[in-house]
């Protein structure tokens, strides 16, 4: 069983709509939840991290946790092209485990 | 600036010659961490440290050597390089602990293995 799971896509959407990309895992020890963005050939870069239940709004991202179902979800709102790109899920375990688990990434296309 | 920088970005080299990718953060971060990325497989862990002199296996060790004899510098080593580490290499590093954990990446190495 994989300990972070995404959808591989390639997940379409128009520009203008929002996109929905969901991650599981499998740590129920897990305490910290990233999401980076990965454009083809560099980099992988943060755009959320969250700790506690919930929502958590950063301009047009919105990162959702929830422990007791062990998943985390991210919403785009207003899809631009610029968006497209791979998305990873990643987990961090308890405290003083320093170790990133990532997803193998949710490829995102935005349609103009 | 605040960065992680590696060293080189792309890499060909042949079967069985040593080769060592540099990796080097001006962040005083205690974490430092490869990962290799390969298509359908994501970026998986090869080796980290906690602090200098402080490393251990990620999840596919094999193959690689670290070493961690100064906080900003982690090189990782290939001793006899082989095919299938043809993979695109990341460094990265982050202060640790919770609410401070953000990992920060390098640009990549790209390296083929002939």
């Known amino acids: 069983q994989k300990e972070v799971e995404q959808n591989s896509g390639p997940l379409s959407v128009p520009e203008g709509a929002i996109a929905s990309l969901n991650c599981t895992y499998s740590?129920?020890?897990?305490?910290?939840f990233f999401w980076y963005r990965q454009y083809s050939g560099k980099s992988p870069e943060l755009i959320m991290s969250?700790?506690?239940?919930g929502d958590k709004e950063d301009g047009r991202f919105t990162a959702q946790l929830n422990k007791a179902s062990q998943y985390v979800s991210l919403l785009i709102r207003d899809s631009q092209p610029s968006d497209s790109a791979t998305y990873l899920c990643?987990?961090?375990?308890?405290?003083?485990?320093?170790?990133?688990?990532f997803g193998t990434g949710t490829r995102l296309t935005i349609i103009p | 600036e605040a960065q992680v920088t590696q060293n080189p970005r792309y890499l060909i080299t042949v079967t069985g010659k040593k080769l060592t990718v540099t990796c080097s953060q001006n962040?005083?971060?205690?974490?430092m961490s490869w990962y290799r990325q390969d298509p359908g497989l994501g970026l998986r862990q090869i080796y980290y440290?906690?602090?200098?002199?402080?490393?251990d296996k990620g999840d596919v060790p094999e193959g690689y050597k670290v070493s961690r004899k100064e906080k900003r510098n982690f090189p990782l080593i290939l001793e006899s390089p082989s095919p299938n580490q043809t993979s695109l290499y990341f460094c990265?590093?982050?202060?640790?602990?919770?609410?401070?954990?953000?990992?920060?990446f390098g640009p990549g190495t790209r390296l083929t293995v002939l």
């Open positions: 990265a590093s982050s202060l640790g602990g919770v609410g401070t954990d953000t990992q920060y």
């Open positions: 990643a987990v961090k375990g308890d405290f003083g485990n320093e170790k990133l688990t």
């Open positions: 969250i700790y506690s239940n």
């Open positions: 740590d129920r020890g897990s305490q910290s």
């Open positions: 440290s906690m602090n200098v002199e402080v490393t």
């Open positions: 962040m005083n971060h205690e974490y």
